[in-house]
T-cell receptor, first 117, second 110 residues
């Protein structure tokens, strides 16, 4: 199946700093990528839909100035958590579909565990 | 609003038995349903997709059914093994995004 690579897999940072997470589709082009946040023992919470070459679409309640998303190429989307605080600590996962935005299965990255001290 | 529910938060079964997980949907008619496996600290992995005009789909020890009358999909793992222990998520595409259930944590006891 298609491969989505996410980096870093874990990161620890101090409160107030910014952290960038990369999501790459390795063997296919992804015009749309999805960013999720997951708390322990809970399901995936969609944060935003990242569209190549245009602004991301954020879900209600997600601060777009806090979680900056850039999808500059067909194989790379980045999520930057700006001025991170302990409450931003979570598991962040990206995904993309081979066949288009809402068609067929999703391929997920390995996830990035963010811990803000 | 469009909703997917997995009623069992956790399920424990003995090795060798068949595990059956349930996914119910409300307020819409999805064209397909998907099942994913998620291990702790990892991203979900796609397992199976079943379309609304398919009653059943199989892949090795996995079987998925889709009942549009009951608005339900069942996910079966036959001859379960401890290595099958994980969280299983059902999902489908809504109007503009994928919708995921809360997942069922399956534990297969040796």
């Amino acid at each position: 199946g298609a491969v989505v690579s996410q980096h870093p897999s874990w990161v620890i940072c101090k409160s107030g700093t910014s952290v960038k997470i990369e999501c790459r589709s390795l063997d296919f082009q992804a015009t749309t990528m999805f960013w999720y946040r997951q708390f322990p023992k809970q399901s995936l919470m969609l944060m935003a839909t990242s569209n190549e070459g245009s602004k991301a679409t954020y879900e209600q309640g997600v601060e777009k100035d806090k979680f900056l998303i850039n999808h500059a190429s067909l194989t790379l989307s980045t999520l930057t958590v700006t001025s991170a605080h302990p409450e931003d600590s979570s598991f962040y996962i990206c995904s993309a579909g081979v066949r288009g935005a809402l068609t067929g299965e999703l391929f997920f990255g390995e996830g990035s565990r963010l811990t803000v001290l | 609003s469009q909703k997917i529910e997995q009623n069992s938060e956790a399920l424990n079964i003995q090795e060798g038995k068949t595990a059956t997980l349930t996914c119910n949907y409300t307020n819409y008619s999805p064209a397909y349903l998907q099942w994913y496996r998620q291990d702790p600290g990892r991203g979900p992995v796609f397992l199976l997709l079943i379309r609304e005009n398919e009653k059943e789909k199989r892949k090795e020890r996995l079987k998925v059914t889709f009942d549009t009358t009951l608005k339900q999909s069942l996910f079966h793992i036959t001859a379960s093994q401890p290595a099958d222990s994980a969280t299983y998520l059902c999902a489908t595409s809504g109007t503009y995004k994928y919708i995921f259930g809360t997942g069922t944590r399956l534990k297969v006891l040796a």
